[in-house]
């Protein structure tokens, strides 16, 4: 039998996310945590390693601080729309992982645009839902529920 462990989007991590979070952690290694839970004939594996966590919970605070600070910056230019579109554009392309925590707010095409020509706010909800899964991977595989160590032994490194 072939073993195949692949990723799974994230998106779909929400329709399996509240029977996940009901699992017991497992420890496969120092330092690496999973959950199973079998579904449809797959087994659906949430895996946590805490070096990850760290990593990414270090990464995020700098790309929102980079917008947050960008944000203000084009708040305050005097832009045409258009320009401001494209400046926002190249925001959002810098600092893509930051750009989703945020809404952004422009100003209808009608409207005359002067400092400050647009609003933002940081979304709340989804800073919680990606501090929630900093660091964990949701993945599938055709194994069974038995044994999270043989499943987790390739994987992580």
Request: aromatic share 8%; with cysteine.
């Amino acid at each position: 039998m072939v073993i195949a462990l692949v990723g799974t989007p994230k998106g779909r991590l929400g329709r399996y996310e509240a029977q996940l979070l009901e699992q017991p952690w497992q420890t496969v290694r120092a330092g690496v945590q999973v959950k199973l839970l079998s579904e449809a004939g797959e087994l659906y594996v949430l895996a946590e390693s805490k070096d990850r966590v760290g990593k990414e919970r270090s990464m995020r605070p700098r790309q929102l601080k980079g917008l947050a600070k960008r944000l203000k910056e084009l708040a305050q230019m005097e832009l045409t729309r258009d320009q401001l579109l494209l400046k926002l554009g190249a925001a959002k392309n810098q600092f893509p992982a930051a750009w989703r925590l945020v809404t952004v707010q422009v100003p209808d095409e009608e409207v005359k645009i002067r400092p400050p020509n647009f609003t933002f706010a940081l979304r709340r909800d989804k800073l919680r839902q990606w501090r929630r899964r900093a660091g964990r991977y949701h993945l599938r595989s055709n194994l069974s529920a038995q044994a999270p160590e043989k499943l987790c032994s390739f994987t992580f490194n």
